[in-house]
């Protein structure tokens, strides 16, 4: 296993165990903290690893911050409404 893979392994269980505790903020400073630490691990997955095992650690990392996505598919096609 390449040291991508384990950054990467190592930011999903550090994001599990962010979740479980409980946040007044609705975990919203963690989510910000995990996507800045996240997209260069992805990133260094899809160059070390290749396509597929980058999609499936995108694919990971988006089931655990799914309202993160949620918000930014609703802002993308926001976007895309308001220019048509």
């Given at each position: 296993m390449t040291p991508s893979?384990?950054?990467a392994l190592g930011w999903l269980v550090l994001?599990?165990?962010t979740g479980m505790f409980p946040?007044?903020?609705k975990h919203w400073p963690q989510a910000y903290a995990?996507?800045?630490i996240g997209l260069p691990i992805l990133a260094w997955v899809f160059w070390e690893n290749g396509l597929?095992?980058?999609l499936l650690v995108l694919?990971?990392?988006s089931s655990v911050l799914r309202w993160p996505v949620r918000y930014l598919?609703?802002?993308m096609r926001r976007m895309a409404g308001g220019q048509a």
């Open positions: 893979l384990f950054a994001a599990n165990v946040s007044k903020h995990l996507i800045a597929w095992f980058g694919f990971a990392a598919f609703r802002w």
